[in-house]
């Protein structure tokens, strides 16, 4: 087919895109007419008038920064009022009058949020934020004893969860040194291989007590197969768990199928909840009435039906809300109900469609200008292959430095700089269009021209 001003006829389109779209680049084209007709042909076009899009710029920015923070759903700002006015109204006894009872509140998250990654509702709660939930759950399920006592992670994890693992060891009376283990990118490589995970895993089969990674490297983008790095892990013995940052809101999750024993993300990302916002925490269900895991344990996490008889002795609630310390953050959960009643709506399959059709299509805009102009020429170390990653690509800007990040700033392009020559972008499904990718490209050729 060749590259037309015109879409395929749908049925064509349909059975071309899904399968490795990026290999058949012929029918796409760097123009603005073709990214509107994709837009136009998109079911999930309507969901970017539900957002709010920064305004401190001059003209329209293109924000590819959903990989870092979300934009705000424009319900957030109604839903917050409801809870500041309800407040107003009953003060404490808001607790139990208010239109949401904020005692309950986590529990209307509950479901949205399991649909997000793939659990059950009793397998997932909403609390806290994500390094505090990644703690918590790692005193639980990091028990070395004798020889197992090694966690395995991927290198240059972000900074937080190394020092979350490092912690985590050092409490145990161990050395990082000798009890972390890191799986790094082979020599002269990016990314790192899966298979040098899965033999890391057979390597140390007696010593790991427990494998925790980035189910997306915040990075480089990659994504990482949760469900055999689980399977392995299982089979040696070790617990397994994910930190979902930069997947939850992004990928097709399915931690209860997967039989993944634990997960943490943050609500701020690709789910749009707020600076900082609430995090989510999974728990497999057959974690769900283990009083004797260990756990550092707080009110909310008591056994509901007696909470309030306040007992000496811990009684923790069955499933992931046996892990949470206190009452819910009423402002943070508005923002977030707001988002998860948009990701409810839109639904995991569909955004992971478009997804997957988005990012092959700004793909190809960066490769045809680097193609074009090969004094500047841009390398995607994120996988090429769609099921090895999710809506970010981070792109080697070869040749040039911050100044070619300046520049497309300074044009309204919203993205992410990591020296010394890298840019992340992730183009959001819910928010962001084909026109974007090709107005990013705009973008970048005028800047490198
Ligand atoms: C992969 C990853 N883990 C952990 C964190 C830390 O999150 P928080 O500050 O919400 O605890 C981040 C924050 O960006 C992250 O990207």
Known sequence: MSASSEVPPKEVYCY?????????YSMYENSEAFARKLDEADPLAHFRGKFLFPTFHDGEVVYFSGNSLGLQPKKVREYINEELDDWATYGVHGHF????????????????????????????????????????????????????????CEAK??????????????????????????IAPREGEELIREEDILAAIEQYRDELSMIMIGG????????????????AGHAVGATVGFDLAHAAGNINLNLHDWDVDFAAWCGYKYLNSSPGGVSGMFVHERHANRPDLKRFAGWWGYDK???????????????????QLSN??????????????????????????????????????????????????????????????????????????????????????????????????????????????????QYLEEVIS
């Open 97 to 152: 009058m208010s239109r949401r009872p904020w005692y309950s509140y986590h529990e209307q998250l509950t479901g949205m949020a399991a649909k997000v990654v793939g659990g059950l509702p009793h397998e997932v709660v909403v609390t806290h934020s994500l390094t505090t939930n990644l703690h918590l759950l790692m005193v639980s399920f990091y028990q070395p004893e004798g020889k197992r006592n090694k966690i395995l």
């Open 216 to 231: 997306v490297n915040y990075y480089t983008g990659q994504l990482f197969d949760m469900e055999s790095i689980t399977r």
């Open 328 to 441: 819910a953050p009423v402002l943070g959960m508005a923002a977030h109900l707001a988002s998860l009643e948009i990701f409810d709506e839109a639904g995991m399959d569909r955004i992971g469609e478009k997804r997957d059709k988005l990012t092959a299509y700004l793909e190809f805009v960066i490769e045809d200008i680097s193609n074009r102009n090969p004094d500047c020429t841009f390398e995607i170390m994120t996988p090429k292959d769609k099921s090895k990653r999710g809506a970010q690509l981070s792109i080697h800007a070869h040749g040039m430095g911050k100044e070619l990040f300046d520049k497309l700033s300074e044009k309204g392009v919203i993205a992410d700089w990591r020296e010394p020559n890298v840019i992340r972008i992730a183009p959001a499904p819910l928010y962001n269009s084909y026109e974007d990718c090709y107005r990013f490209g």
């Open 305 to 323: 039906q007696t909470r309030f008889q306040m007992e000496p002795g811990f009684k923790p609630m069955f499933g992931a809300e046996g892990w």
């Open 16 to 24: 071309l895109w899904p399968e490795s779209a990026h290999r058949r």
């Open 157 to 182: 994890a972000f900074p937080s969860d190394q020092y979350a693992l490092e912690s985590q060891i050092t409490f145990h009376g161990l050395s990082p040194k000798e009890h972390l283990i890191e």
